[in-house]
Every structure is written in structure tokens, then in C-alpha cells.
């Protein structure tokens, strides 16, 4: 017989339920016998036991019947001393056995049938049974062929499956099959096969990782974090996706589910090293079977997208102690400003129109409150993607209430060199209870009370309004739509993207938008709503901002058929504003822009910084005397009743907590004030339009002026020039106005009614 060799290492058996002789025989470190090599002596009855690694022996006297078989620790032990050993044990004579006591040897793994080798005996095959009380006067020769012939039975067979349900009974073969029968000897619990010798092909156990047999095991959690959408955690390839998931159990903490073929390899230790990137540190590594990873994907993340808002984890609890300082503080805005190449995130507040620090925070702890936010307490239908995703930009709202108030955040987050910013507006968001700030209270004069009163009492037209992000454009057209004076008799509408006050006197629609939302796609959802609104009898509609011409062509539209307009527009004044809509951006018709009744009215406005009263520095003191001088020859003002901002502040206007970046305490200023132009055409700056004389008509509407800087009248002034009216009154530091707006010196002044320059 020829005998296959293979090397000393050789593979293991793939099902670590089938065994074969040679497992049965040592029970130790064993391998196939296939893989077994085997000596041309291996039938000398003087083959010695190899001498290495020899456990310690003991001696057995227990006077029993049957003594299990527990061969010492020796890897390839010779058939002579093996079937010593065996007649030996079957004679109950005490035998050099390892310290561990083995379970009793069944018998009938000593049953080998073959029918190939009773062929070549014998007539007709027979089965070999082990005697069951074997003659005390045999001899090791005749143990030695014995199994000599059951070894080359079992080499030369074809392993035959048993019955799950009742391994101990042979299948039916048939005749003159080559097939053999191994019955499996109980294994004691030291003979287990290890951890390390546990293999699977889709599932099971994996070393150091808990099996997850049902997906109803894993514990509550909030969202899977690697759905095969843009609002994945953790993108990973849908090949992946069959074999790996992980959840979130809380904002930060996740556990992860995987193959245990998957988990050893690469990709899979990648994925946890780009969770921890993420700041989501993995509480638990599972195995499962891909069809209950596969639940987990359909039922349980249904069921988690469907739960409802949990704010009790740490992570929300910072989140709400950082708006409610900022409420507490009368900020308009808090700033999340993580960045790679420092340790922790500067948190900062906007008040009165400053920036201020409020805190430095480790960035793990900022990035979970972010995520838990953004996953939990954003409202339904406005936010642009189901989680916080830094390297996009993002927009939704929050609803939050904060003590007795109710509060919006407009979220605004977008991705930056060497990190990411997260700003956050503070938002009247109480409906019930609502409060409007009307025009009397922003700080505008009398001239320009009487000018917004005339907007009452229009059919049709538009009105535009400008200015710089946060001067409270928004503000102001919320006001005008709450003080028309029948409004409960008119059908209102208002476009917004999106909502951020409360208007329950009229219809409000609030547009979303995508991350990856271009501007010409969010435009056709403006056309799309306002075309919509067309057919619902409106009265009159307030649009947040008009940005393309298609827009621009609806409103036109609207206001040329009896509907007043409302809308806001990025220009630098009011000049500006009027070329803008006749420039190539929004492409209005001229002849329509410069019609009468069209242009209702045009403003440009910006909120300034007011002083504290209780400490406030002189003018005189403070500033230098070139400034000093052209203020008084270039704008005829008074400069002893001009004062400047105290940056040390005072008990009274002092914000303890909040600290400028070179750590002076906030302070020396208080509520913003509105510097605003107002102006409704007149015909003859229509005919400048017309005739797109753009410097022509801002001569008729400067000209318009009738009085000095130090008076209130308004009339003809620009934003700047109500600034300095400000400043004359002590109001504002013109200071302020020199560094932030145009410089004193820059500023052209234009001779007025009289012809006069001042």
C-alpha cells in the first residue's frame, strides 16, 4: 500500500464536529490521518515513544470493569505502543496515563468495517468487532496486525456522513461501496477544540467576540450608522454591508456586528479605525450570520428611524447647557469652531453685535453633542440629511425651549481648511405667545416711520430691502407684514428658506435645502411654491430672498397684478439694489423696474452696537484729533456730546463668562441699534432708471436732502449719514464708524436741496 505523506503541519479538519481515528486515539493536538506520516517500521514492535515533552504520569487502581483510555502528551506515538496501550486498558491493567483523566473510550470506535479489505481476505465482507473482554494470554503481534489492517481500512475509505439525529447508527451502504464508519468517542471538556481552532465559513463564534444569534438581542440604539445612504456615518461598500453593521447606541458609542470570517480581515479593522475617526468609540465587537446582520439592516433601523427623540444622554445635556448660557446672555448666534490643528473647540457667542469665547471644549465631547443634536432634536422636514455630516454643508432647524421661552436654532454647518464650523442662530420660535419687534423700537427715525407707513396703503408693487448678513432684514419684513393695519381681512403668504420666526397671522412656507443642492435646483423650488401660490388668492406675499430671475419674474408678476411684494436682496444700498434687478442676475425688464407704482420702496439697513450709559468715555478723550477735526468741518458735528465705548465695561453692562481672544472681559456695549436708508422713488429717478443713468439717479436721491447730519430728518441720508446722526447723540461710537464702515476721510458727501455740502 502506498502511503500519502504530507508535512508535519498539515491542515486541521475544516468541521470541528467530524473526527478521525487518530483524534479518537490521542485525543491531544491530532490531526487528519490522511496528513499523518508513517514510517516503513511502523510495525515493529520496537518502535520507542518519542521522549519529548513526556507528561508527568500517574499511576490508576481503581478496580473497575472498563477504564477510560488517556494517552500521555506525545504528538506521533508508534502503533506498537499504541496497541499495547489499548490491550493493556482492555485488560484493566494500570497503564501510564496524563494527569488529566480522559471520558471513557467508547468501544465501538475500535469497529472499523471496510469492505474493500475483507474482499481481499476473505469471501464475503464481515465486520471486525472489538472483543469485549479480550483474552489475557494475547499477544501485542496479533493487537498489532488488528489494527494494522483497521489503519489501512480507514486510509483507504470514503467517509460516509452520519445522521445528525442519530450519529450512533451506520446509514445503509452499498454493496461493494469503499465506505467506512467512525463512531465519535465522547471528548472530555479539556479536549474541546480551542478558540484559535474554531473556524466558520458565514458565521458563528470568532475569537474574544460575543455571537449575536437574533437581532432582537442587541439593545436599544438610536440609528444604523452604515445605511447606504449620504447620511452614513460610515460609508462602506454594499459587499460589506452583508457581513458588517454598526449601530449607534447613544451619540458616540456604538456596537459593531460582523461576520466572523469578515472580522479577521483588514477591512474590518479599518472600519473601526475610521469609527473612531469619527469620534464613535466601539463599546462591543459581535459575530453573527450574515442573515441576522441583514435584519438588523431591515427591521431594526425602520423601527430606530421611527423612535421617538430621547434627550437624556450627556452628550444633549452639554448641548442645551451651551444654548441656554448663550440665551442667558442675549447672544443672536453661537459659533462651534473645531479645528485640526488645536486640541479643543472654541465655543463663541455673538452679542450686541460682538464675538466673544465662551468656552474651550475637548473636541470629542463637542462632536458628540453636535451629532446627538443634529440626530435628535432637529425638526422634522427641515433639516438637509438625517445626521451631522462636518464635511458637507448642512442647514435644518431646532426647536428647543429653554426655560420659559421657546427657541429656534437655525442650524448652518459647512466644512472648512483644517476642520469645520457650526453655527447656530438664536430664534424667537414661540408661537403662542409671539412678540414683534416693530420699527419704532429698531432705532429709526420719525422720517422713516412716516415713509414706512405710507407702505400701507399700496395695491401691488414691490418692496426691497438690503444689507449685510444678521442686520435684520428679516426682522423688518416680518414687521411690516404684522403691521398692516386690516390684516385680518387679507390672505397673507410668506416663502422662506426656511422658516425662522413665528408668523401665525398668515401662511408661511418654508423651503429646504439639500446639502448637494445646486442654486439653480433650491430656485425651482421658490418658482415651484410661489407658482403654487398664485392659485390660492393671495393678498399679499413676503419672500425671504430673491436670488436668480425666475424669481424675480414671479414677483414682478405678482406685483404688476395688484399683489404687494416683499423680499430681501444682497446689495450694498439702494443704488445698488435697483441695478441689481435690472442687472444680467435677475435680468428685470426695465421698463417694467422703472413704471410708477412698481418700486414701492427701497432700503438698506445695518444694526450697530449701542453704548453702555454708565460708562461710556468721552469722545474728547478717546479719539484721535484728526478724526475729531473732520467730523466737525467735513460733517458740521458737535463732537462734545460724542462719546465712545469703554472696553473695561461696568457692573452694568459687564458679560462675566465671555472673554475677547486677547482676554479682556466682554463689555461696554449694549442692545444693537438700526442705521437704516429708506427711500421711495420719485419720478425723476425713475427717468434715471430708465434711461440706466445710475449716477444721475443718485444725485436726485441724494439731492433729496434737506437738513444737516445732527438732524433727524432723514430725508434724502444715506445709512452711513444716519450713523453719524447716531453718534451725535452719544448713541454709537463713531469710532465704530471710522473702523467698520467707511472711514472719515473716504466718505463722499453730496450737496443737498440747498446745494449745500452740509
Known amino acids: 500500500m502506498e502511503t500519502e505523506h504530507t508535512s508535519p503541519g498539515g491542515t486541521r479538519a475544516v468541521n470541528p464536529q467530524v473526527t478521525f481515528l487518530g483524534r479518537a486515539l490521542s485525543g491531544g493536538d491530532v490531526e487528519d490521518v490522511e496528513s499523518t506520516e508513517i514510517a516503513d517500521d511502523w510495525h515493529s514492535p520496537a518502535q520507542t515513544v518519542p521522549t519529548r515533552s513526556e507528561a508527568p504520569v500517574e499511576v490508576v487502581t481503581d478496580d473497575v470493569a472498563f477504564r477510560p483510555f488517556v494517552p500521555p502528551s506525545f504528538e506521533r506515538p508508534s502503533y506498537a505502543s499504541m496497541s499495547a496501550a489499548m490491550a493493556a486498558r482492555e485488560r484493566g491493567e494500570p497503564t501510564n496515563v496524563g494527569a488529566t483523566k480522559a471520558e471513557p473510550l467508547n468501544k465501538e470506535a475500535l469497529t472499523v468495517g471496510t469492505a474493500t479489505a475483507a474482499a481481499q481476505t476473505q469471501p464475503e465482507p464481515q465486520p471486525v468487532a472489538a472483543p469485549s473482554q479480550p483474552d489475557a494470554g494475547a ?26 439525529k442519530h450519529p450512533d447508527v451506520e446509514p445503509p451502504r452499498p454493496a461493494g461501496s469503499n465506505a467506512q464508519r467512525i463512531v465519535h468517542p465522547p471528548v472530555a471538556a479539556d479536549d474541546q477544540p480551542s478558540d484559535d481552532e474554531e473556524q466558520t465559513e458565514g458565521g458563528g463564534l470568532s475569537p474574544g467576540r460575543p455571537e449575536l444569534v437574533s437581532p432582537d438581542s442587541l439593545p436599544d440604539f438610536k440609528r444604523v450608522l452604515t445605511v447606504a445612504d449620504d447620511d452614513a456615518a460610515l460609508r462602506i461598500p454594499a459587499a460589506a454591508r452583508k457581513e458588517f453593521v454598526a449601530v449607534e447606541l447613544q451619540p458616540g458609542v456604538a456596537i459593531t456586528v460582523a461576520t466572523a470570517r469578515f472580522a479577521e480581515k483588514a477591512q474590518y479593522a479599518t472600519f473601526i479605525k475610521d469609527l473612531g475617526a469619527n469620534d ?27 423612535s421617538t427623540v430621547r434627550e437624556a444622554s450627556r452628550a444633549i445635556g452639554n448641548f442645551r447647557d451651551i444654548v441656554e448660557a448663550a440665551h442667558a ?65 448642512q442647514s435644518a432647524m431646532i426647536p428647543l425651549v429653554v426655560k420659559t421661552d421657546t427657541v429656534n436654532l437655525r442650524w448652518q454647518s459647512s466644512p472648512l481648511v483644517g476642520g469645520y464650523d457650526v453655527t447656530l442662530r438664536l430664534l424667537d420660535g414661540n408661537f403662542k405667545n409671539y412678540s414683534v419687534l416693530l420699527p419704532k423700537d429698531m432705532g429709526l427715525e420719525k422720517s422713516q416711520l412716516d415713509l414706512i407707513e405710507t407702505l400701507n396703503y399700496v395695491s401691488g408693487g414691490i418692496t426691497a430691502l438690503t444689507g449685510e448678513t444678521g442686520s435684520g432684514k428679516t426682522t423688518t419684513l416680518r414687521a411690516l407684514s404684522y403691521m398692516l393695519p386690516d390684516r385680518e381681512l387679507k390672505k397673507q403668504f410668506a416663502v422662506n428658506e426656511p422658516s425662522e420666526y413665528p408668523m401665525p397671522w398668515l401662511s408661511d412656507y418654508s423651503i429646504i435645502r439639500r446639502p448637494d443642492e445646486t442654486d439653480d435646483e433650491a430656485n425651482r423650488k421658490y418658482a415651484e411654491v410661489i407658482r403654487t401660490l398664485m392659485r390660492q388668492d393671495p393678498d399679499d406675499l413676503t419672500i425671504g430672498e430673491v436670488r436668480d430671475r425666475v424669481v424675480m419674474g414671479l414677483v414682478a408678476e405678482l406685483a404688476l397684478t395688484g399683489h404687494p411684494v416683499r423680499f430681501s436682496l444682497h446689495a450694498g444700498d439702494i443704488i445698488a439694489a435697483v441695478m441689481r434687478m435690472a442687472g444680467g442676475r435677475l435680468q428685470l425688464p426695465i421698463d417694467e423696474l422703472a413704471s410708477e407704482g412698481f418700486i414701492n420702496a427701497v432700503g438698506n439697513q445695518k444694526l450697530i452696537p449701542t453704548l453702555c450709559e454708565h460708562c461710556k468715555l468721552p469722545a474728547e478723550d478717546v479719539m484721535p484729533k484728526a478724526d475729531l477735526e473732520l467730523l466737525r468741518t467735513k460733517f458740521s458735528l458737535d463732537t462734545s456730546a460724542m462719546a465712545c465705548r469703554n472696553y473695561d465695561g461696568c457692573e452694568h453692562c459687564r458679560l462675566k463668562g465671555l ?64 450713523a453719524l446722526f447716531k453718534a451725535s447723540r452719544g448713541l454709537i461710537d463713531p469710532q465704530f464708524i471710522n473702523r467698520s464702515m467707511q472711514s472719515f476721510a473716504q466718505y463722499r458727501v453730496m450737496p443737498g436741496v440747498d446745494g449745500l455740502m452740509v
Open 139 to 164: 499477544s501485542t503481534a496479533t493487537d498489532d496486525a488488528d489494527l494494522r489492517t483497521r489503519a489501512e481500512s480507514v486510509e483507504n475509505a470514503d467517509p460516509l456522513p452520519l445522521d445528525p
Open 280 to 306: 464613535i468609540i466601539v463599546r462591543e465587537e459581535m459575530v453573527a450570520t450574515d442573515a441576522v446582520i441583514a435584519a438588523i439592516y431591515s427591521g431594526k433601523a425602520a423601527a430606530s428611524a421611527n
Open 329 to 393: 446672555y442675549g447672544a443672536s448666534d453661537i459659533h462651534f469652531e473645531p479645528r485640526e490643528f488645536h486640541n479643543e473647540v472654541e465655543v463663541r457667542f455673538r452679542v450686541n453685535g460682538d464675538m466673544y469665547t465662551f468656552s474651550r471644549m475637548p473636541k470629542a465631547i463637542v462632536r458628540r453633542a453636535l451629532f446627538a443634536a443634529y440626530s435628535d432634536l432637529v425638526q422634522r422636514n427641515t433639516n438637509s440629511g438625517n445626521s451631522f455630516q462636518p464635511t458637507a454643508p
Open 659 to 722: 472673554f475677547t481672544r486677547n482676554g479682556k472681559v466682554a463689555g461696554g456695549t449694549k442692545r444693537p441699534s438700526l442705521a437704516a436708508e429708506l427711500y421711495r422713488p420719485t419720478p425723476e429717478f425713475l427717468e434715471r432708471v430708465a434711461e440706466r443713468d445710475w449716477a444721475g439717479a443718485r444725485a436726485v436721491w441724494r439731492g433729496e436732502r434737506r437738513t444737516g447730519f445732527d438732524n433727524a430728518d432723514m430725508t434724502g441720508k444715506t445709512l452711513y449719514e444716519h
